[in-house]
């Protein structure tokens, strides 16, 4: 038992030896130092080949050590590399610390792979020298390696890789493993990342490093596999976790879109329809129980032999036993009724007073038309300025300089140019879309080129594109921004002819160098054996989504279009600066117009297109607009005469009272335009065009209503004829007034609607209105007495001079009246007709109602170009080609604080922020782009402010001496790192230090050693106060989704609004979006609303104007405005039937449609209640016999024709918006008026005012008119 001692300690004691020895063995080198030249990369060297033990570093080294090895810093610090090894491990790291060391552990991982490689004291554990060339040194007889095996874990390169795959680079909107990994972000794994890194092509490594994966030994080496970090948790120095933006693990569940709405159904149809079909038949079913229940009953009544014969039917055994209201009612109408009479008399007695009178007036009010301003800028047009888009817009202008202006080009290739790119050595087949070809490229780089030679004369000075376009970085570098896929080659033929390779194979070229730029926009080396920049050269990133267009995922090679972009100063305040660019858009128009290349297909816009579009457009409207006017003039002066006999034409004619009633009508909307001239209400282009063709109508009717009463008047014994005219004035002028008056205040009314163009519309309109009443019933009447007096006189119309024979006139009927009076009334009113025209309005109705949820909204751009424009192609290329819609920056308002942390993190997106900061927030809406409509990561000057803050980095550097900044282009000993290397000055700068260096940041332009210099991409995000001492307002840039049509800008606004509202939640401070279309598009966020609040405002109006001027009859008021709310409901029903889209135009169009409305309407519903008839049916048939012919000829035909002359303009928004609507305008005004209204008066109109019947008795005692009352 004790002889087994022994053994055991030398057992042991063997284990140690042999457990030493190895470690002897591990603890040697595999080089120190650097030697010869690199054969393959110029300017690197190779390492000195040594196996001994590792050597203490020199104490010059200890600083870098700490910065880039920490976890070596401990003893005498014996390690196999010396001082020159650790700098150009630091030279070579530049790039990946300046986009990885945003997420520590990363970084941290990576530097542990590159530190063990370069320093390791056990190097030879996990590295194998396997090639060495002499070094021709003399002095030292060493060798170079030239090749070396690296052992990694494959444990070590999954957790390196895993906590590096998300980090953003900010500026540029892509992953940084997209810079750092040769490929796309999406392509690239553990291994070939490190591959890559250690490849000789990527142009950092001096040598080739082949590495080699696994997690147990293989022939006799020790796989590396250091502890590494997870993006989640934080480092022993007190660097805190990534944020969730460069590492998703630390999100949480992706965000999911709410679910949509279903569309509202009831057993799979849609639910309006349903619900209004049940509503109908149930309405028919009711509707007709009662018609035939009522004859029935009326059939009994007077079968019954004992039905006594009730004389109360008869109006003249009324006396006095009328009620309080209907007296009210007569006495008021009897007062409006002589107090016109009286007037219509004097104006006919005293025709030249009156009629200079109204002549000075008219002088008067017209020549404010010196003072007219037309506003044509769209968003004076669209946007009231007290609106929340325009304050908005407002304050970005103001803080941050106005939105540029855009001159853009798409351009495609008719060339089958497609070619399939190989890559060398080895790589998949990359397909090149047909603009991508080379010769093709050097095409439009001529175009380009020649755009940026265009020279344009404003007040005798030239003006270049290089006098306006945006340049970042000027002074330093006056450069244009040129969006354009050039810009990846610096805009230079010799660039993009560039290749490297042997006399086998092209090694790079154009491919490689485009391939590699639209993953990394922003790098300043492509990596490739070629080494070119992919910055623009006005040095910022060329984003690939603006530049080309119709490829597919982010392929970017399958492109079919490229998309070139000149932003163009916009000048606010400055008109001379301003009409240089407007001069010089002129010059890039025409150019292009003319620009003729067989190979290349251009749809171009500049930033005046639009507004240039419209003006042309409205100046060949008017062509048309003057026609139509013709048109209804020609009508209007032939349909007033009234002809008996071939003989008498030329006096009988009212050529000259018809011109006169135009002229009146033209006069009252001059009176009306330079009223507010005076007062500085700009008009706009609808106003014009509008609101002729409104009054018009209202102004025509009332002509026609006037002399045709007077034509079919007889003229009482002992009656002069100015007493006849007053009478025919009192008769007919209480319905004049009351559908002027009705229109006015409702379109007063529609003046406090928000909309700029709405508003004035209403405003002119409703003056318009009340001036063409008044002259209407005083100039015209005192014409009409004139004419009257002429036709009496047997004197030719026109040449007054001329005296006809005596020829006794007879008085007839004119041909409308007849058939007014003898067919369409009678017939229309016959007991089996009215329930089917009951039936059949009430069936519009219903269908009306169910489809006006269905109106689309907003007013596509399209549509406002003539269609002939050279923009219309470009707005379908817009939509067809590109991927990207207009940018959207959040911006925050002044006062927040940038200096804390807290502030920091509310707003930051990197290490240590908050997970709902203002970055995070909009990086997870850009996730759920399809519903959020924000496209991409935010570009964040305070995310790229720390990483090039960092004291690790090169950037940020001043002159020790003076304090002035010191680009890290510069190489000189004094320029010293802005923050120390402590752990304090690691951590992010706050207070007085944020403020110190900002400044420098704003004004670094990116280079090769430091490529976050913030002056390109953030000069003008930050707005610097108070001398610089302290920040203002800011924004945070990104891109909203392709944008289409109407609805998809609306829904693109309001989620911005959605997302902005949240952040300005979780920050406590003001956060809105501003993008360049808001403005235009804001009225549809309210358009429903204000449509609704509009017409019910405008019916209660006519409502109120009715039922007081009908004297005070409740129910008329009622019925006259159900007639007219159908009207506008079926006019919904016809926008949608013929795809008119409810906006600002359509808007105006509905009040007018109102105020129309109230002509066919109001005039019929008087004549029924002043009708003294016994039975409803027979009041109604008298009230459409007499007004209805004055109502069809007035507004129906006098319409008619102008409206068809519409239908020929160019002009798409003429032909849907005013032909499309005024023709259904008229119809449906007309039908309500002269069909629907007379059978719903028959049914149900309200009852015989007694007292106006006893009143009209008393006043036609004894005359022609008794007589015809009593059968």
Not at 484 to 498: A, G, K, P, T
Not at 1005 to 1013: E, I, L
Not at 1253 to 1266: H, I, L, M, P, Q
Request: hydrophobic fraction near 40%.
């Amino acid at each position: 038992h004790a002889a087994h001692h022994p053994i055991c300690p030398l057992s042991l004691w063997l284990e140690n030896i042999v457990c030493l020895a190895s470690q002897v063995q591990a603890q040697h080198c595999v080089w120190y130092g650097e030697c010869g030249e690199s054969a393959k990369v110029p300017g690197k060297k190779y390492n000195c080949n040594y196996t001994g033990p590792p050597k203490p570093l020199p104490a010059g080294g200890h600083e870098l050590l700490v910065e880039l090895c920490p976890g070596y810093d401990y003893g005498d610090r014996s390690l196999c590399c010396d001082v020159q090894q650790l700098q150009t491990l630091k030279g070579s790291l530049q790039l990946p610390l300046q986009f990885l060391s945003r997420c520590p552990a990363c970084f941290f991982n990576l530097m542990n792979l590159f530190c063990e490689l370069t320093c390791s004291p056990h190097q030879s554990a996990f590295m194998n020298g396997t090639k060495f060339t002499l070094f021709n040194d003399t002095a030292q007889n060493t060798t170079n390696v030239v090749e070396v095996e690296y052992y990694i874990g494959k444990t070590f390169a999954n957790a390196m890789y895993n906590a590096c795959q998300d980090v953003q680079a900010p500026s540029s909107n892509v992953k940084a493993l997209s810079l750092l990994c040769g490929k796309d972000a999406n392509d690239c794994n553990a291994t070939n990342w490190i591959e890559y890194m250690f490849d000789i092509e990527n142009g950092q490594s001096p040598f080739p490093i082949i590495p080699i994966f696994s997690d147990v030994p293989v022939s006799g080496m020790t796989p590396m596999n250091n502890k590494t970090y997870k993006c989640t948790e934080g480092l022993e120095d007190g660097s805190g976790s990534c944020s969730c933006q460069d590492c998703s693990p630390a999100c949480g569940p992706q965000p999911v879109p709410p679910p949509l709405t279903p569309p509202w159904t009831i057993l799979g149809i849609d639910a309006m329809a349903v619900i209004m079909w049940i509503a109908y038949v149930v309405f028919l079913l009711i509707f007709i129980g009662a018609v035939i229940g009522a004859w029935c009953y009326r059939k009994r009544r007077i079968e019954s032999e004992y039905g006594p014969i009730l004389d109360s039917n008869n109006p003249h055994n009324l006396n006095m036993d009328a009620s309080c209201g209907e007296m009210l009612g007569e006495r008021f109408e009897s007062m409006l009724r002589s107090v016109f009479t009286v007037w219509g008399s004097f104006c006919v007695q005293q025709p030249l007073l009156v009629i200079l009178g109204s002549l000075v007036i008219v002088g008067c009010c017209s020549s404010g038309l010196f003072y007219m301003k037309i506003t044509t800028d769209p968003v004076a047009l669209w946007s009231s300025p007290s609106s929340q888009a325009r304050q908005e817009k407002d304050y970005f202008d103001s803080h941050f300089g106005p939105f540029f202006r855009s001159e853009q080009l798409i351009i495609t290739t008719t060339l089958k140019s497609e070619s399939i790119y190989s890559p060398y050595p080895v790589g998949a087949d990359v397909p090149f879309g047909a603009p991508l070809d080379k010769e093709v490229l050097h095409q439009v780089l001529d175009l380009q080129t020649d755009i940026e030679n265009i020279v344009a004369s404003y007040e005798n000075e030239t003006v270049t594109l290089k006098d306006i376009c945006l340049s970042p970085l000027a002074p330093y570098n006056d450069h244009c921004t040129i969006l354009s896929v050039l810009n990846y080659f610096q805009n230079s033929h010799e660039q993009l002819d560039r290749t490297k390779g042997d006399e086998f194979y092209v090694w790079a070229d154009y491919h490689t160098h485009f391939l590699y730029c639209v993953n990394a926009p922003a790098s300043l080396n492509d990596t490739s054996p070629l080494h070119d920049p992919c910055l623009g050269t006005f040095g910022g990133p060329i984003f690939p989504w603006l530049v080309l267009g119709g490829y597919d995922g982010t392929n970017y090679n399958n492109a079919t279009a490229l998309v070139i972009t000149f932003p163009v100063n916009n000048f606010h305040n400055d008109t001379a600066k301003l009409g240089k660019a407007l001069a010089w858009e002129i010059e890039f128009i025409s150019f292009l117009k003319n620009f003729s290349n067989p190979n290349l297909t251009i749809a171009f816009n500049s930033e005046r297109s639009i507004e240039d579009e419209i003006n042309r457009e409205s100046e060949s409207d008017i062509s048309t607009v003057v026609i139509s006017y013709a048109i209804m003039f020609v009508y209007i002066s032939l349909a007033l005469g009234h002809i008996h006999s071939c003989k008498r034409v030329l006096v009988d004619s009212k050529v000259s009272l018809g011109i006169a009633g135009i002229l009146i009508v033209l006069s009252s909307v001059a009176c009306s335009l330079g009223i507010f001239s005076y007062a500085g209400v700009p008009l706009t282009l609808i106003v014009i065009e509008v609101i002729p063709f409104l009054v018009l109508a209202v102004g025509v009717d009332n002509i026609f209503i006037i002399v045709q009463t007077y034509q079919r008047d007889e003229r009482m014994p002992q009656e002069e004829l100015h007493q006849q005219i007053g009478r025919i004035l009192g008769d007919v002028a209480p319905s004049m007034f009351l559908s002027s008056f009705s229109e006015t205040v409702a379109f007063f009314l529609g003046a406090l609607s928000t909309m700029p163009a709405v508003r004035t519309f209403s405003l002119f309109a409703g003056l318009a209105v009340l001036i063409d009443f008044l002259l209407q019933i005083s100039c015209f009447i005192s014409l009409l007495g004139l004419d009257a007096r002429r036709q009496e006189g047997n004197r030719l119309d026109i040449l007054c001079c001329v005296k006809l024979p005596e020829g006794q006139e007879e008085r007839t009927d004119g041909f409308l009246f007849r058939f007014f009076k003898k067919i369409y009334a009678p017939f229309l009113l016959k007991e089996w007709v009215r329930p089917i025209v009951v039936a059949v309005f009430v069936a519009m109705l219903s269908f009306s109602i169910a489809v006006t949820n269905k109106v689309q909204i907003g007013l596509d751009q399209q549509l406002s170009m003539p269609d002939d424009s050279y923009v219309l192609q470009y707005f379908k290329n817009l939509s067809e080609y590109l991927h990207t819609g207009p940018p959207v920056y959040f911006v925050v308002k002044d006062g927040h604080d940038y200096l804390s942390l807290e502030g920091q993190n509310s707003v930051c997106g990197g290490v240590g922020c908050n997970n709902d900061s203002l970055v995070q927030q909009v990086y997870t809406a850009s996730l759920l782009s399809n519903y959020t409509t924000i496209g991409f990561n935010p570009s964040s000057w305070l995310d790229d402010y720390f990483d090039w803050v960092k004291p690790q980095s090169t950037c940020c550097r001043y002159y020790n001496s003076s304090g002035a900044f010191c680009n890290a282009s510069v190489v000189d000993t004094s320029c010293v790192h802005c923050r120390p290397l402590t752990p304090s000055g690691k951590r992010r700068p706050t207070g007085n230090d944020f403020m110190k260096f900002l400044p420098m940041f704003l004004s670094d332009n990116p280079n090769v050693n430091c490529g976050k210099g913030g002056h390109a991409a953030y000069g003008s995000a930050v707005d610097l106060t108070g001398n610089e001492t302290s920040v203002g307002a800011t924004y945070f840039m990104t891109y909203h989704t392709i944008l289409k049509d109407s609805p998809d800008f609306i829904d693109a606004l309001k989620m911005a609004r959605v997302l902005a509202g949240n952040i300005t939640n979780t920050m406590g401070h003001t956060v809105f979006p501003y993008s360049v279309f808001y403005v235009f598009y804001e009225q549809y966020l309210t358009i429903v609303y204000d449509t609704v609040f509009q017409l019910v405002v405008s019916l209660v109006a006519i409502f109120v104007v009715t039922t007081v001027l009908l004297g005070f009859e409740l129910w008329s008021g009622v019925l006259v405005s159900i007639t007219i709310a159908m009207i506008l409901v079926n006019m919904f029903g016809v926008m949608w039937l013929w795809g008119i889209s409810l906006n600002a135009v359509s808007l105006v169009n509905l009040v007018m449609s109102c105020g129309i409305s109230v002509e066919f309407c109001s005039h019929i519903m008087r004549a029924f209640s002043i009708s003294v008839k016994s039975t409803r049916v027979e009041r109604a048939e008298e009230a459409l016999a007499h007004m209805g012919s004055s109502v069809f000829s007035g507004i129906t035909l006098t319409k008619f024709g102008g409206i068809l002359i519409l239908a020929l303009s160019k002009s798409q928004i003429f032909q849907i918006f005013y032909f499309r609507m005024y023709l259904a305008m008229v119809l449906l005004g007309a039908t309500h008026g002269l069909m629907f209204l007379p059978v719903l008066l028959s049914y149900a109109g309200p009852s015989l005012n007694k007292a106006k019947v006893f009143a009209a008795n008393k006043r036609y005692a004894g005359t022609e008119r008794e007589r015809l009352l009593n059968f």
